[in-house]
């Protein structure tokens, strides 16, 4: 005997479950590839602009410094840690200036008589330190952070030339950079 009605099938057979899942399963494994590409990219993208910052952020401020200071000095100090670091210590005159006019300090602050600034390395940041007492001990100024992510940071000062070498944080190779004493070349410190 027949049977009088046929059952139809319904749903997916076993063969074709393992195909889409093993279709579901590269496209899942393209999509990961895709997204740790992009993450690394982005790693890479966020260091490379801190690193641009830094070496920005450093020009400005040491051109800025250099160029308008009447003498510069470069020496050593001992660091918290033991080892013995770089500094750099410049004299602002302020003779050439017009009555009420200013110039702004390594911190921000006007300043229209002479004055000092230091500028060293401290656990990866660029300190500096503002005072108006010639000769003052390095324990006696206070020294202000004004720039992160920094791993290095040597001066070296040849005639009126100051060359800063810098590393920035992340980084294995120092920059350096040149800065002329605009005062002393044109003799506007005499």
Excluded at 61 to 81: L, N
């Amino acid at each position: 005997m027949k049977p009088l009605y046929k059952i139809k099938q319904t749903g997916f057979s076993l063969t074709e479950l393992m195909i889409a899942m093993a279709l579901s399963l590269l496209i899942i494994l393209g999509i990961a590839t895709v997204f740790s590409s992009l993450k690394e990219t982005s790693t890479y993208s966020q260091q490379l602009e801190n690193t641009q910052e830094v070496l920005r952020f450093s020009n400005s401020i040491f051109s800025r410094a250099i160029h308008r200071a009447d003498e510069m000095d470069d020496k050593s100090y001992t660091g918290s840690d033991g080892n013995t670091y770089k500094q750099l210590d410049l004299t602002f005159n302020l003779d050439n200036l017009d009555t009420g006019e200013t110039y702004t300090s390594c911190l921000g602050n006007g300043m229209s008589s002479q004055y000092y600034e230091s500028y060293r390395l401290a656990d990866g940041e660029l300190m500096c330190a503002e005072y108006t007492t010639a000769g003052l001990d390095d324990a006696s100024k206070t020294f202000t952070a004004i720039g992160t992510n920094i791993d290095a940071l040597s001066f070296a000062i040849s005639d009126n030339l100051l060359t800063v070498s810098i590393t920035p944080a992340d980084e294995t190779d120092s920059i350096q950079m040149m800065f002329a004493q605009r005062q002393a070349i044109l003799g506007l410190n005499e």
